[in-house]
């Protein structure tokens, strides 16, 4: 019996798309057939970066990759970019929130907008794309989001961040139970530290600490996010909502 993945005619949101392990994403859920939207804030470079992926998708198979500018922080941006991709595509399957910010500070010294900026981001950014996205997505679809190791291990400066994830795997918890309904399902990836650019900015004497906590001795790549993310799309995955995946070497620290 063959187990592969195929989500041909099935399309996928990946918010956060230009870069790192939503870049990863979207090459992944590509790979299996999928019409990929990459989702970029409009910020900075972020959206040639993900015009160049979709550019790279799109030079593999015609037609099979756009993206879309939306701040997930702002709920009036996200409905758009929701009916935009009603209008476009005619519907959405599965929906991979992925965007995240760090403003990382000790609780004494960070400021209010240092909060603020994460918790819209990381926490209320997912609520604004589950609520807008179940307006169009198909029954029988999912919904993955990115939650954190952080958010179990509490690590020194990431207040505002650890709380923000821990609250993401909440909400896919009561998700699964609201959506159940349609069977779609919903489902939570904490990540361990994750060789990307934002990885890269701890300090080399920090890394080599965490590295200590994990068995595997080594960090994950965001190809291995990506494949647990579609593997929780997947029809393999049929019975699972609800549920936090630790994707993170084996850390018991």
């Given at each position: 019996m063959s187990h592969s993945i195929d989500l041909q005619g099935k399309v996928t949101l990946i918010t956060g798309a230009s870069q790192g392990i939503g870049a990863q994403m979207a090459r992944t859920f590509h790979q299996a057939g999928a019409t990929v939207i990459l989702n970029h804030p409009g910020l900075g470079n972020t959206a040639a970066d993900a015009q160049k992926i979709a550019d790279e998708l799109n030079a593999l198979r015609a037609g099979s990759a756009a993206t879309v500018g939306a701040n997930v922080a702002d709920p009036q941006a996200v409905q758009a970019m929701m009916e935009h991709i009603k209008e476009t595509q005619d519907r959405l399957d599965f929906l991979i929130?992925?965007?995240?910010?760090?403003r990382d500070r000790t609780i004494a010294k960070m400021s209010l907008e240092e909060w603020e900026a994460v918790m819209d981001v990381n926490l209320s950014g997912v609520f604004h794309c589950c609520k807008y996205a179940l307006e169009i997505m198909r029954d029988h679809g999912a919904i993955v989001s990115l939650g954190s190791i952080a958010a179990i291990q509490g690590f020194y400066g990431q207040a505002n961040y650890a709380a923000a994830k821990a609250g993401v795997q909440a909400m896919m918890r009561v998700l699964?139970?609201?959506?159940?309904?349609?069977?779609?399902?919903?489902?939570a990836i904490a990540p361990g530290?994750?060789?990307?650019?934002?990885?890269?900015?701890?300090?080399?004497?920090?890394?080599?600490?965490?590295?200590?906590?994990?068995?595997?001795?080594?960090?994950?790549?965001?190809?291995?996010?990506?494949?647990?993310?579609?593997?929780?799309?997947?029809?393999?995955?049929?019975y699972v909502t609800g549920q936090t995946l630790e994707v993170n070497?084996?850390?018991?620290?």
């Open positions: 929130n992925n965007a995240a910010i760090i699964s139970r609201e959506a159940a309904r349609r069977n779609i399902r919903a489902n530290v994750v060789d990307t650019a934002m990885a890269a900015t701890i300090p080399e004497n920090v890394r080599t600490e965490m590295l200590k906590n994990v068995p595997l001795g080594r960090f994950g790549t965001p190809t291995e996010i990506a494949q647990v993310a579609l593997f929780l799309c997947s029809p393999l995955a049929s070497g084996g850390w018991r620290g």
